[in-house]
Nanobody, 124 residues
């Protein structure tokens, strides 16, 4: 079992920055692939970024590439999402998710465990 807890959301003006954290339980954290997704009201959950377990390879959606950075600290069992140059369209509930599988990291169905989400609101 893996439990995920997100934190760091809040209200920020356009152009500002936030850093989200995803704290995970479980001894197999370092080998799991972790993804960040977001869901705005009335929209489907969409992929934001992911990081693989052992190699730490990173993947981003086109909409956040160059603005967001995903990283992990295995010693703290925590994955981060640094969000810079935020835009109003980044407003959503952000979720982290974990998987040990090898399915497409950009698809929500590939993940086995989800956090409760943290709200990010970007004002114009």
């Amino acid at each position: 079992q893996v439990q995920l807890v997100e934190s760091g959301g809040g209200l920020v003006q356009a152009g500002g920055s936030l850093k989200l954290s995803c704290a995970a339980s479980g001894r197999t954290f370092s080998s799991r692939r972790i993804g960040w997704f977001r869901q705005a009201p009335g929209k489907e959950r969409e992929f934001v970024a992911a990081i693989t377990g052992n190699s730490g390879s990173t993947f981003y959606s086109d909409s956040v590439k160059g603005r967001f950075t995903i990283s992990k600290d295995n010693a703290k069992n925590t994955v981060y999402l640094q969000m810079n140059n935020l835009k109003p369209e980044d407003t959503a509930v952000y979720y982290c998710a974990a998987t040990s599988g090898l399915s497409n990291l950009r698809v929500p169905g590939a993940y086995d465990y989800w956090g409760q989400g943290t709200q990010v609101t970007v004002s114009s």
